[in-house]
Protein backbone atom coordinates (compact mmCIF):
# COMPACT_ATOMS: atom_id res chain seq x y z
CA UNK A 1 0.00 0.00 0.00
CA UNK A 2 1.30 3.52 -0.54
CA UNK A 3 1.55 5.50 2.44
CA UNK A 4 0.59 9.03 2.43
CA UNK A 5 2.35 11.45 5.21
CA UNK A 6 1.28 14.90 5.37
CA UNK A 7 3.65 17.52 7.75
CA UNK A 8 2.83 19.15 9.85
CA UNK A 9 0.19 17.95 11.72
CA UNK A 10 -0.92 21.56 12.85
CA UNK A 11 -0.50 24.94 11.72
CA UNK A 12 -1.24 28.29 12.99
CA UNK A 13 -0.80 31.47 10.24
CA UNK A 14 -1.70 34.73 10.71
CA UNK A 15 -4.40 36.45 8.44
CA UNK A 16 -3.35 37.13 5.38
CA UNK A 17 0.30 35.39 5.55
CA UNK A 18 0.92 32.41 3.91
CA UNK A 19 0.47 28.57 4.77
CA UNK A 20 2.11 25.42 3.05
CA UNK A 21 1.26 22.06 3.60
CA UNK A 22 3.35 18.98 2.50
CA UNK A 23 2.56 15.68 1.63
CA UNK A 24 5.08 13.07 1.07
CA UNK A 25 4.32 9.34 -0.68
CA UNK A 26 5.95 6.17 0.17
CA UNK A 27 5.99 5.25 -3.94
CA UNK A 28 5.81 8.22 -6.97
CA UNK A 29 2.27 8.80 -8.22
CA UNK A 30 3.09 9.49 -11.15
CA UNK A 31 1.64 7.75 -14.12
CA UNK A 32 4.27 8.12 -16.66
CA UNK A 33 1.62 6.96 -19.64
CA UNK A 34 -0.10 10.16 -19.71
CA UNK A 35 2.46 12.17 -17.03
CA UNK A 36 -0.23 12.83 -14.45
CA UNK A 37 0.40 12.91 -10.59
CA UNK A 38 -2.81 10.77 -9.12
CA UNK A 39 -3.12 12.76 -6.30
CA UNK A 40 -6.00 15.32 -4.49
CA UNK A 41 -6.10 17.52 -1.96
CA UNK A 42 -9.24 18.39 0.43
CA UNK A 43 -10.30 20.73 2.62
CA UNK A 44 -12.60 19.62 5.44
CA UNK A 45 -14.29 21.84 8.03
CA UNK A 46 -15.95 20.83 11.57
CA UNK A 47 -19.30 19.27 10.96
CA UNK A 48 -18.83 18.94 6.95
CA UNK A 49 -18.05 16.52 4.72
CA UNK A 50 -14.96 16.72 2.80
CA UNK A 51 -14.57 18.99 -0.04
CA UNK A 52 -12.25 18.38 -3.34
CA UNK A 53 -9.77 21.40 -4.13
CA UNK A 54 -6.91 19.99 -6.22
CA UNK A 55 -6.52 17.04 -8.54
CA UNK A 56 -4.18 16.29 -11.06
CA UNK A 57 -1.87 17.55 -8.41
CA UNK A 58 -2.00 21.10 -9.77
CA UNK A 59 -5.86 21.34 -11.48
CA UNK A 60 -8.02 23.87 -9.00
CA UNK A 61 -11.23 22.38 -8.67
CA UNK A 62 -14.28 24.54 -9.98
CA UNK A 63 -15.22 27.76 -7.85
CA UNK A 64 -12.38 26.81 -5.61
CA UNK A 65 -10.15 30.12 -5.14
CA UNK A 66 -6.98 30.77 -6.50
CA UNK A 67 -5.35 31.68 -3.49
CA UNK A 68 -5.41 27.86 -3.42
CA UNK A 69 -2.94 26.22 -5.13
CA UNK A 70 -1.07 22.53 -5.16
CA UNK A 71 2.29 21.87 -6.89
CA UNK A 72 4.92 18.71 -7.01
CA UNK A 73 5.45 15.88 -9.00
CA UNK A 74 6.00 12.01 -8.25
CA UNK A 75 6.38 11.13 -4.39
CA UNK A 76 6.41 15.06 -2.91
CA UNK A 77 3.25 17.42 -3.24
CA UNK A 78 2.34 20.77 -1.52
CA UNK A 79 -0.36 22.75 -0.87
CA UNK A 80 -0.10 26.35 -0.81
CA UNK A 81 -2.65 28.66 0.38
CA UNK A 82 -1.09 31.95 -0.98
CA UNK A 83 -2.97 34.65 1.66
CA UNK A 84 -4.56 33.03 4.36
CA UNK A 85 -8.65 33.81 5.08
CA UNK A 86 -11.16 32.82 8.20
CA UNK A 87 -12.38 30.57 6.26
CA UNK A 88 -9.56 28.84 5.48
CA UNK A 89 -9.81 26.92 9.14
CA UNK A 90 -9.95 23.64 8.56
CA UNK A 91 -8.54 19.97 8.53
CA UNK A 92 -6.67 19.30 5.08
CA UNK A 93 -5.98 16.00 3.54
CA UNK A 94 -3.75 14.69 0.82
CA UNK A 95 -5.31 11.40 -1.38
CA UNK A 96 -3.38 9.45 -3.78
CA UNK A 97 -5.90 7.32 -6.64
CA UNK A 98 -2.73 6.02 -8.63
CA UNK A 99 -3.45 2.42 -6.77
CA UNK A 100 -5.65 0.66 -4.52
CA UNK A 101 -6.26 1.22 -1.98
CA UNK A 102 -6.45 5.11 -2.71
CA UNK A 103 -4.97 5.92 1.15
CA UNK A 104 -5.13 9.47 2.50
CA UNK A 105 -2.74 11.37 4.50
CA UNK A 106 -2.94 11.98 8.28
CA UNK A 107 -4.49 15.40 7.87
CA UNK A 108 -3.46 18.71 8.69
CA UNK A 109 -5.49 21.07 10.77
CA UNK A 110 -5.16 24.59 9.43
CA UNK A 111 -5.42 27.64 12.34
CA UNK A 112 -5.57 31.12 12.67
CA UNK A 113 -2.64 32.27 14.52
CA UNK B 1 -27.58 20.49 -9.02
CA UNK B 2 -25.35 17.41 -7.82
CA UNK B 3 -26.92 15.46 -4.79
CA UNK B 4 -25.85 12.25 -3.12
CA UNK B 5 -27.94 11.36 -0.21
CA UNK B 6 -26.71 8.55 2.48
CA UNK B 7 -28.94 6.10 4.79
CA UNK B 8 -29.07 2.95 6.51
CA UNK B 9 -27.22 3.94 9.23
CA UNK B 10 -27.47 3.26 13.08
CA UNK B 11 -26.81 0.86 15.77
CA UNK B 12 -25.98 -2.54 15.23
CA UNK B 13 -24.33 -5.58 17.24
CA UNK B 14 -20.61 -6.57 16.64
CA UNK B 15 -21.33 -9.59 13.79
CA UNK B 16 -24.08 -7.91 12.42
CA UNK B 17 -24.76 -6.65 9.05
CA UNK B 18 -26.20 -3.27 8.13
CA UNK B 19 -26.39 -1.95 3.93
CA UNK B 20 -26.00 1.48 3.13
CA UNK B 21 -27.62 3.30 0.36
CA UNK B 22 -26.38 6.44 -1.79
CA UNK B 23 -29.31 8.02 -3.48
CA UNK B 24 -27.84 10.09 -6.41
CA UNK B 25 -29.21 12.52 -8.34
CA UNK B 26 -28.13 16.06 -10.49
CA UNK B 27 -25.68 14.08 -12.91
CA UNK B 28 -25.46 10.88 -15.15
CA UNK B 29 -24.73 8.76 -12.50
CA UNK B 30 -24.21 5.74 -14.14
CA UNK B 31 -21.29 7.80 -15.89
CA UNK B 32 -19.27 7.82 -12.75
CA UNK B 33 -17.18 5.88 -10.22
CA UNK B 34 -18.95 6.24 -7.08
CA UNK B 35 -16.97 5.58 -4.03
CA UNK B 36 -17.34 4.74 0.69
CA UNK B 37 -15.43 6.95 2.53
CA UNK B 38 -15.48 6.56 6.29
CA UNK B 39 -14.37 8.60 8.92
CA UNK B 40 -14.04 7.23 12.48
CA UNK B 41 -14.97 9.76 15.67
CA UNK B 42 -12.57 12.35 15.92
CA UNK B 43 -9.89 10.79 12.94
CA UNK B 44 -8.97 11.21 9.77
CA UNK B 45 -10.14 9.98 6.88
CA UNK B 46 -10.08 6.60 5.37
CA UNK B 47 -11.09 5.29 1.87
CA UNK B 48 -13.14 1.97 1.85
CA UNK B 49 -14.25 0.97 -1.79
CA UNK B 50 -14.50 2.35 -5.20
CA UNK B 51 -16.76 1.04 -8.11
CA UNK B 52 -15.74 1.83 -11.65
CA UNK B 53 -18.69 3.16 -14.08
CA UNK B 54 -17.78 1.38 -17.06
CA UNK B 55 -16.76 -1.74 -16.51
CA UNK B 56 -17.90 -2.22 -12.46
CA UNK B 57 -14.60 -3.32 -11.20
CA UNK B 58 -14.33 -2.74 -7.55
CA UNK B 59 -11.82 -2.20 -5.11
CA UNK B 60 -11.54 -2.66 -1.25
CA UNK B 61 -9.48 -1.19 1.47
CA UNK B 62 -7.71 -4.47 3.37
CA UNK B 63 -9.65 -3.23 6.51
CA UNK B 64 -13.21 -4.08 5.24
CA UNK B 65 -11.85 -6.98 2.17
CA UNK B 66 -14.35 -9.82 2.49
CA UNK B 67 -16.47 -8.20 4.44
CA UNK B 68 -17.70 -5.50 2.86
CA UNK B 69 -19.53 -5.27 -0.83
CA UNK B 70 -19.99 -2.38 -3.16
CA UNK B 71 -22.80 -2.11 -5.90
CA UNK B 72 -24.64 0.22 -8.02
CA UNK B 73 -27.90 0.34 -9.49
CA UNK B 74 -27.36 2.20 -12.34
CA UNK B 75 -31.29 2.29 -12.97
CA UNK B 76 -32.07 3.58 -9.45
CA UNK B 77 -28.94 5.74 -9.13
CA UNK B 78 -28.31 4.08 -6.42
CA UNK B 79 -24.75 2.94 -4.68
CA UNK B 80 -24.76 0.56 -2.18
CA UNK B 81 -22.03 -1.00 0.62
CA UNK B 82 -23.21 -4.43 2.11
CA UNK B 83 -21.20 -4.78 5.35
CA UNK B 84 -21.31 -7.99 6.91
CA UNK B 85 -19.27 -8.81 9.79
CA UNK B 86 -18.99 -5.73 11.58
CA UNK B 87 -16.64 -5.15 14.06
CA UNK B 88 -16.30 -1.90 16.86
CA UNK B 89 -13.96 -0.45 14.51
CA UNK B 90 -16.18 -0.01 11.92
CA UNK B 91 -18.19 2.63 13.52
CA UNK B 92 -17.80 5.80 11.61
CA UNK B 93 -19.52 8.59 9.60
CA UNK B 94 -19.75 6.81 6.33
CA UNK B 95 -19.50 8.68 3.09
CA UNK B 96 -20.43 8.52 -0.43
CA UNK B 97 -18.45 10.37 -3.08
CA UNK B 98 -18.68 10.74 -6.80
CA UNK B 99 -15.82 10.28 -8.85
CA UNK B 100 -14.44 12.78 -10.81
CA UNK B 101 -14.84 10.81 -13.91
CA UNK B 102 -15.76 7.43 -14.83
CA UNK B 103 -12.52 5.99 -14.21
CA UNK B 104 -11.76 4.69 -10.63
CA UNK B 105 -8.41 6.17 -10.64
CA UNK B 106 -10.13 9.29 -10.29
CA UNK B 107 -10.44 12.04 -7.23
CA UNK B 108 -13.66 12.39 -5.18
CA UNK B 109 -15.68 15.47 -6.66
CA UNK B 110 -18.89 15.93 -4.28
CA UNK B 111 -19.30 13.95 -1.28
CA UNK B 112 -22.33 13.43 0.78
CA UNK B 113 -23.37 14.62 4.48
CA UNK B 114 -22.64 10.88 5.79
CA UNK B 115 -24.43 8.40 7.77
CA UNK B 116 -23.16 6.92 11.10
CA UNK B 117 -23.10 3.72 11.34
CA UNK B 118 -22.49 2.50 15.20
CA UNK B 119 -20.81 -1.26 16.00
CA UNK B 120 -21.36 -1.64 19.79
CA UNK B 121 -23.12 -4.36 21.99
Redesign the interface.
Known amino acids: DIVMTQSPDSLAVSLGERATINCKSSQSVLYSSNNENYLAWYQQKPGQPPKLLIYWASTRESGVPDRFSGSGSGTDFTLTISSLQAEDVAVYYCQQYYSSPYTFGQGTKLEIE | EVQVLESGGGLVQPGGSLRLSCAASGFTFSSYAM?W?RQAPGK????VS?ICANNYNT????SVKGRFTISRDNSKNTLYLQMNSLRAEDTAVY?CAKG?GSS???????????TLVTVSS
Open positions: SVGLEWVYYADYSCYSSSGYWGQG
